[in-house]
């Protein structure tokens, strides 16, 4: 269990760190690595030693937010991690950190609470907006970089603004970052609108091969590793699949299937108002929220495919 | 030549007049049609009778703005357009209403100024935000129904937040609309994740028709009648195609080539910051800006993928 604080005690508790260890979340995302720079810049600024750690290495697309930062080598004295709601998501530095997890700032109501101290703002679209409030409340100056790392932590949570967890409040803390001065145009083009060529390969085989069931109220599409292979896909290209089958025009029920190598198939599970994706999946031993769920199935494609069919038929009233 | 005027003067024009027609643009989009029933609202809800006319249907998937709007007939005395940038885009209403449009409301620079009077803020991402700043300034009550008309202009407009035009004022606005309380999780879902059936085919057919030339630097993805008929994609399946190729990693210049009946295809070039746009479709009797042009060319279309890729080679430097 973690003792919870608020953003001042989170603020005094940094201001008097000294040679600061970030901890991101493994799979790197804009958030955790926009939040994680953040205080890496900040804590800088003011003299300290800091370095951010990261368990994979940080994607290319994100080096525009790390341009200004440089490897420090010290033997740390305090541990904060970002962003990161399981110590288990801290990958191979889970074992490196055990117990030494100072303090958490997070946005993930699912805390598991390993840190001893906890700053949680579940009500956030991004830990990067947590993240602001506590720089802020250090008085730190916010400079384009940080504002850069804030912005994008917040346009890559919200799907550039999309997602219903955008509300005014985010609107304003973004609008805050873009009158500090940042490229907020060439952010959202490299975060939104480059696809690699593998990415457009795998997106045309899966379009190809999704089939329709019930009048088309479910959707199923099915990415195998004879796909990822022919594309060329690595595993950063296989990012935000889950949404496609859903997005067409008359569906209820999208459903995503990825092969894995071993024959398991991983299942991502998309509705609307008119079917409730976690009853689905619950049916399969899987879990999750209301309109995303998933669960895992060990069995041929077709025979997947069957059963998911099954399953949502009979789970979901009028389908 | 239109008289120009500014906000309050345009406020003080709309509170004076009677039996108001609002006209807005062929092919109506978010912002026109979300800034024109704004605008109906507040006169409405004044007691004014008004009516929002277009030559074309409004597509359904902005009935939602619509819910509380009635037909009603009566003789114009005041002709205001809104977000249309020549009068040419009222289609078959510029002959009902020539020489007799008193106001203009836009955010065109190139506005040919065919109305007697125009509100002109040419650096605003939408017409829905010159529009809200009046209806504050007549002092109109902003209701849900019109936060979400102008939301709707805003939102679409700037591709959810997504192009350079969407500064921090436009984030102000957006988020002073969300706090009114608006269904913005809908809208954007609406707006921007659903897909026709026809649409997805279309988009799969023209991703397997994708060329690459010059090591990956252009990328040329046609769109053939045979494509569009197979697809059974109708005229608003078409909308947002010329993105596409530009979007893939390394693309420098992104063709797109839709076959019209006639045999003419009609290009679309998007660049980013190493090509102009603008300068190769001028090569070609076409143009546009230095992001985006067009042009059209009259033959096969081998011949005119030779043609275009010929011409970008020669205007761009180490292509």
Chains 1, 2 share one sequence.
Not at 41 to 70: F, M, Q, T
Not at 125 to 141: D, F, G, K, S, Y
Not at 260 to 289: M, W, Y
């Amino acid at each position: 269990m973690s003792r919870m604080i608020d953003t001042a005690a989170t603020a005094a508790m940094l201001a008097n760190a000294q040679d600061v260890v970030i901890l991101i979340h493994q799979y790197p995302d804009g958030d955790t690595i926009g939040s994680g720079y953040a205080l890496y810049y900040a804590l800088r600024a003011v003299g300290k030693r800091a370095r951010v750690e990261c368990c994979d290495e940080i994607p290319e697309k994100y080096e525009y937010l790390l341009d200004s930062a440089r490897a420090e080598a010290f033997e740390p004295q305090f541990v904060v991690a970002v962003d990161v709601a399981d110590d288990k998501l801290l990958g191979s530095l889970k074992d490196v950190y055990n117990g030494r997890i100072d303090l958490c700032i997070d946005h993930h109501g699912s805390n598991t609470e390993y840190a001893d101290y906890l700053l949680l703002k579940a009500d956030y679209a991004a830990a990067a907006m947590v993240m602001c409030e506590v720089l802020r409340e250090m008085n730190a100056t916010l400079t384009s970089t940080i504002a850069e790392c804030i912005y994008t932590g917040i346009s890559t949570d919200t799907g550039c603004f999309k997602y219903s967890n955008a509300d005014a409040y985010t609107h304003r803390m973004a609008a805050d970052m873009m009158e500090i001065g940042i490229r907020y145009d060439m952010i959202n083009r490299s975060m939104f609108d480059v696809k690699s060529r593998a990415r457009v390969e795998l997106e045309r085989m899966a379009l190809s091969g999704m089939r329709f069931y019930r009048n088309g109220k479910i959707a199923v599409m099915p990415i195998t590793c004879e796909m990822i292979r022919e594309s060329g896909a690595a595993e950063n290209d296989m990012e935000g699949l889950a949404p496609m089958p859903r997005q067409i025009e008359g569906v209820w029920v999208g459903v995503t299937m990825r092969e894995k190598p071993g024959g398991e198939f991983k299942i991502s599970v998309r509705t609307g108002n008119h079917a409730d994706a976690s009853a689905i999946c619950k049916q399969l031993d899987g879990g999750g929220h209301i309109r995303a769920a998933g669960c895992s199935l060990m069995m041929s494609l077709d025979d997947a495919i069957q059963t998911m069919v099954d399953t949502i038929v009979n789970t979901v009233d009028r389908i």
